[in-house]
C-alpha cells in the first residue's frame, strides 16, 4: 500500500527561517517587480496579499524545494490575479514588449535581469535555474524581443548589449514555471485568485 504523506506534515527543511525574516530580505524586490507589472498604485496590495498566503503556509513552504521560488510562484499568481482583475498591464518598457513574445520564465527573466538589475544568483533562485545557464538564457530572451519598438537600445537594456544565446530548444528551463493551480496544497483552488488569503 502506498502511503502519501501530506506535504504540511513533512519536517521543513528551514525550521530557522522565520516568514518576517525572509520576507524582509525579498520584499524590496517583490515591490519592484509588482510595480512593473500592476503599476505602483496596485503593487502594495499584490504584494500583501502575497505575504499573507505566505505567512498563513509558512509551515508548508518551508519543506519545499526552494523557498524563494515558492514565494516567487505565488506572487506571480497575485500579480496575475490582480492584472486580470483591474485590467492592467505591465508598465515596464521590457515588461511590455516582451509580455506576448516569450515563454512565462523567459519573461521574468528578462524583466528581473535587465528591467529590475537583479543578480544572476538571485535569479536562478527564483525561477529554479542553474546559475550558469542565467547569461545564456537572457541573451536569447532579449534576443527575441530586441527588434520590438522601444527594446533595442532602450535604456532597461542598455549596457547588455550581448550576442543572441544559442537556439529556444537548447535552453534547459526555458519553458514557463507551473501555474499556480499546481503550487503544492493548492488544490481545490480555481485559480491564482484562489490563492489570496489562504490560510489567514
Not at 7 to 28: K, N, Y
Not at 118 to 138: M, N, S
Request: hydrophobic share 40%; glycine share 14%.
Amino acid at each position: 500500500m502506498r502511503v502519501v504523506l501530506d506535504p504540511a506534515l513533512i519536517a521543513p527543511r528551514r525550521p530557522d527561517l522565520t516568514f518576517d525574516a525572509f520576507a524582509d530580505s525579498h520584499m524590496g524586490l517583490w515591490t519592484r517587480y509588482a510595480e512593473s507589472q500592476v503599476g505602483a498604485a496596485h503593487s502594495d496590495e499584490v504584494v500583501a496579499r502575497a505575504c499573507g498566503w505566505l505567512r498563513g503556509n509558512w509551515r508548508r513552504v518551508l519543506g519545499s524545494d526552494s523557498v524563494a521560488r515558492y514565494a516567487w510562484r505565488v506572487l506571480k499568481a497575485e500579480v496575475h490575479a490582480c492584472a486580470t482583475e483591474r485590467g492592467v498591464r505591465p508598465v515596464g518598457e521590457v515588461s511590455g514588449a516582451a509580455l506576448a513574445e516569450l515563454p512565462e520564465r523567459l519573461y521574468d527573466l528578462l524583466v528581473l535581469r535587465y528591467e529590475l538589475g537583479v543578480g544572476d544568483a538571485e535569479i536562478a533562485d527564483y525561477l529554479g535555474i542553474e546559475q550558469a545557464a542565467v547569461g545564456a538564457q537572457a541573451r536569447y530572451a532579449r534576443g527575441r524581443v530586441e527588434g520590438l519598438s522601444g527594446v533595442a537600445g532602450s535604456s532597461a537594456t542598455e549596457g547588455h548589449a550581448e550576442a543572441e544565446g544559442p537556439p529556444e530548444q537548447k535552453l534547459s528551463g526555458a519553458e514557463g514555471p507551473p501555474g499556480p493551480e499546481q503550487l503544492p496544497g493548492a488544490e481545490g483552488l480555481s485559480g491564482p485568485e484562489g490563492l489570496s488569503g489562504v490560510g489567514e
